[in-house]
């Protein structure tokens, strides 16, 4: 106990240093670290009937295509993680893996598919490889088994008469160049501030600065930031509700019940990344800094491009 009370005391310097990391990772872009750092250190926590609470899957866009990015991206979270697996969803892989465990009956045993993955395993999913073409009927129910484990956080096992319901808890982050064909709980759109003439000797260099024990406390801090518990107090509470009326005010349209939820979420995930057990005022305004910045990428993004989702 002596230990994690004395890493409590280093969080905001760690949280810190990783942030720092994170942001050269993803080219200078400070804004996506952040959202980065909140889906690492989420977790699910309970269920609510079918719902999944605690769960936050980042779709970050605005990824190169035909780069090393994505590479050099999975290899920051591997060693982050105590378990991750990539999957590039090239239409060859979508359509001739196999997703989800079956029975074969003959044999009597359980075949086993791509998503029966351990718990608290990091999920990258690298949709920058998915390039033109048609997705078969296999392909079709790739697609809908990550769908399945993204939104409710479950794998369905086949067992050719029946499927069986397997509650899973999957971190899972989706590199995409646009926005993701997939679900997720937020997309952040990538804005890099760094021109590089040479990403690949830029990311060695980075990955080699950063020190076995430096890396072992961010490890340290992402598995025990997991594990805090969490807390609102009913004063917090009415002020969030008043505020989200009051946001509510002038264009109703502005914020629906999601929105709130998904803020709730990330000041819930914020509060935690600091070693706080409880929502503060100061992390409720933060959360909702956050997602102004985002959001307003996001609408840059769409006018861009016009007929993105």
């Known amino acids: 106990m002596t ?3 004395g ?3 280093e969080l905001a310097g760690v949280r810190a240093e990783l942030m720092d990391y994170l942001t050269h990772v993803l080219l ?3 804004l996506a670290a952040e959202y980065v750092i909140l889906h690492l250190i989420s ?7 079918v719902l999944p609470l605690g769960k936050f899957t980042l779709n970050l866009s605005g ?7 994505t590479d050099h991206l999975y290899r920051a979270v591997q060693q982050l993680v105590p378990s991750s697996f990539r999957l590039c969803m090239s239409l060859h892989n979508m359509n001739s893996l196999r997703f989800v465990p079956r029975k074969d009956y003959t044999a009597n045993r359980l075949v086993s598919g791509i998503l029966q993955l351990a718990q608290n395993t990091s999920l990258f999913l690298d949709e920058t490889k998915l390039e033109q073409g048609q997705l078969d009927s296999a392909g079709v129910r790739n697609i809908t088994a990550l769908g399945n484990l993204i939104s409710w956080q479950k794998v369905d096992y086949d067992f050719s008469f029946h499927q069986m319901e397997f509650p899973c808890n999957i971190n899972v982050l989706i590199a995409s160049e646009g926005r993701s064909l997939l679900p997720s709980d937020c997309q952040v759109h990538l804005q890099p501030k760094l021109a590089l003439p040479n990403l690949e000797e830029y990311m060695n260099a980075l990955h080699a600065a950063v020190s076995p024990s430096t890396l072992n406390k961010f490890r340290i801090y992402v598995s025990l930031v997991r594990t805090l518990d969490y807390s609102i107090t009913e ?3 009415k002020e969030v509700e008043e505020d989200f009326v009051e946001m509510r005010k002038d264009d109703p349209q502005s914020m629906s019940a999601e929105d709130l939820h998904r803020m ?3 000041a819930r995930l914020l509060s935690l990344s600091m070693g706080q057990t409880t929502l503060s005022r100061d992390q409720w305004m933060k959360a909702k800094h956050l997602e102004v910045l985002r959001m307003s990428r996001t609408e840059q993004q769409k006018s861009v491009n016009g007929n993105e989702p």
């Open 3 to 5: 230990v994690t009370s």
């Open 7 to 9: 890493f409590l005391g």
């Open 28 to 30: 200078g872009d400070a």
């Open 43 to 49: 977790s699910v926590y309970a269920r609510r009937d």
């Open 63 to 69: 990824c190169p295509q035909n780069s090393a990015f």
């Open 235 to 237: 004063d917090i509470t």
């Open 264 to 266: 709730l979420v990330i």
